[in-house]
C-alpha cells in the first residue's frame, strides 16, 4: 500500500467527500476538472469516499460519473454500503417508524412544509404540492402517487426522516426537537437555504459512518483526510485526520475543520486540493 512520492513514503488515504456545496458546484453537478482529478487520484490507490446526507438513490449517479467502485455513505451516516454489490459489511441504521408517525401528527407545531419517510430506493412524502416541495430534492423530477405518506404503508423503519420547515430558525427547531424527542434521534440540518432537519438514528452522524468504515478498511484516523461544507460536516471533519472547509462553508463548520480552503465548490476547491496534495 506504500509506494514513494517525492521521496517520501506515501500511504494510501481515505478520502471522506461531501456532495452539495463540496464535489457540487452551485448546479449539482461535477465538473469536468473535478471528475478527471478524482479518477487520477483513485488510480493512485487513495479510496474516495462519498460522504452525504443524501439518500442513495440521489447519489448514485455521482458515483457512477466518477467511476468508483469503493463503499459510499449515505443519510448523513445510517447507510454505509457498496453501490448495487452485495457486501458482507454493509451496515444501514433506521428510525423506528414511531417516529415518522408522530412528526406528521404534530407536522403544524413543527412548521413542516412536508415530512418525507426516506427509505434506500423509496420515500414517502406528506406534500406533494411540487410549489412547496421540490422534486428535485428527492431525485426525480415529479412525484407520483406511490410517493404520497399514508400512515398504513408505513410497514418498515426508515433509514432517515427529512423535513422542510417555515420555522424561522432550523438550527433552534433542531435544538427543540432533540429535547422533545429526548436525544432519541440525531437531528441534523442542511440544504442551504432550504430549511431542511434530518432525522437519523442516535448517534449516527457522517463521523460514526467513517469509524465504521476504517475498522473495515484497516486504516488509520490520521490517514483520513475530509471534505465539506455544512453543519452536517461538523463531527466527519473534526473527526478526519485533517478536515477541510471549503471557502463556502457555513460559519458553523468552521471551527472544526483544521483548514479552510482558498477555493468554493463553484472553483473546484476539493479537486485543486487533492491536485496540490497527491497529483
Same mark, same amino acid.
Given at each position: 500500500l506504500i509506494d514513494t512520492v517525492r521521496g517520501k513514503r506515501m500511504t494510501n488515504k481515505v478520502i471522506a467527500v461531501d456532495l452539495d456545496g463540496t464535489l457540487l458546484n452551485s448546479e449539482s453537478k461535477i465538473s469536468d476538472f473535478t471528475k478527471e482529478t478524482i479518477k487520477k487520484i483513485s488510480a493512485k490507490g487513495h479510496k474516495v469516499i462519498i460522504t452525504t446526507g443524501r439518500p442513495y438513490r440521489m447519489a448514485l449517479d455521482f458515483y457512477k460519473e466518477l467511476e468508483l467502485n469503493t463503499p459510499m455513505i449515505n443519510f448523513n451516516g445510517s447507510l454505509t454500503h457498496i453501490p448495487e454489490k452485495k457486501w458482507e459489511f454493509e451496515q444501514s441504521l433506521t428510525v423506528d417508524k414511531a417516529f415518522l408517525l408522530d412528526m406528521v401528527q404534530r407536522k403544524e407545531e413543527i412548521e413542516a412544509d412536508f415530512i418525507a419517510g426516506e427509505y434506500r430506493k423509496k420515500f414517502y412524502i406528506t406534500n /406533494?404540492?411540487? !410549489?412547496?416541495?421540490?422534486?428535485?430534492?428527492? &431525485?426525480? *423530477?415529479?412525484?407520483? +402517487?406511490? $410517493?404520497?405518506? @399514508?400512515?398504513?404503508?408505513?410497514?418498515? %423503519? +426508515? %433509514?432517515?426522516?427529512?423535513?422542510? /420547515?417555515? =420555522?424561522?430558525?432550523?438550527? =433552534?427547531?433542531?435544538? !427543540?426537537?432533540?429535547?422533545?424527542?429526548?436525544?432519541?434521534?440525531?437531528?441534523?440540518?442542511? &440544504?442551504?437555504?432550504?430549511?431542511?432537519?434530518?432525522?437519523?438514528?442516535?448517534?449516527?452522524?457522517?463521523?460514526?459512518?467513517? @469509524?465504521?468504515?476504517? %475498522?473495515?478498511? %484497516?486504516?488509520?484516523?490520521?490517514?483520513?483526510?475530509?471534505? &465539506?461544507?455544512?453543519?452536517? *460536516?461538523?463531527?466527519?471533519?473534526?473527526?478526519? &485526520?485533517?478536515?477541510?472547509?471549503?471557502?463556502?462553508?457555513?460559519? #458553523?463548520?468552521? +471551527?472544526?475543520?483544521?483548514?479552510?480552503?482558498?477555493? /468554493? $465548490?463553484?472553483?473546484?476547491?476539493?479537486?485543486?486540493?487533492? #491536485?496540490?496534495?497527491?497529483?
Open positions: /406533494t404540492n411540487e !410549489e412547496i416541495a421540490d422534486p428535485k430534492l428527492f &431525485g426525480i *423530477d415529479n412525484f407520483k +402517487p406511490e $410517493n404520497q405518506f @399514508q400512515a398504513q404503508l408505513v410497514t418498515k %423503519n +426508515p %433509514n432517515a426522516i427529512l423535513l422542510q /420547515t417555515h =420555522a424561522t430558525d432550523k438550527y =433552534a427547531l433542531a435544538e !427543540e426537537m432533540n429535547a422533545f424527542y429526548q436525544h432519541e434521534l440525531s437531528i441534523n440540518t442542511w &440544504g442551504g437555504p432550504l430549511n431542511i432537519l434530518e432525522c437519523g438514528p442516535k448517534g449516527v452522524n457522517k463521523a460514526f459512518a467513517l @469509524q465504521y468504515l476504517l %475498522n473495515i478498511l %484497516n486504516a488509520d484516523r490520521k490517514d483520513l483526510i475530509a471534505f &465539506g461544507d455544512e453543519h452536517n *460536516d461538523t463531527e466527519m471533519l473534526e473527526f478526519a &485526520g485533517t478536515g477541510y472547509a471549503m471557502k463556502n462553508a457555513s460559519e #458553523t463548520l468552521l +471551527p472544526y475543520a483544521d483548514q479552510q480552503l482558498e477555493l /468554493t $465548490n463553484d472553483q473546484d476547491g476539493v479537486a485543486h486540493k487533492l #491536485t496540490e496534495l497527491y497529483l
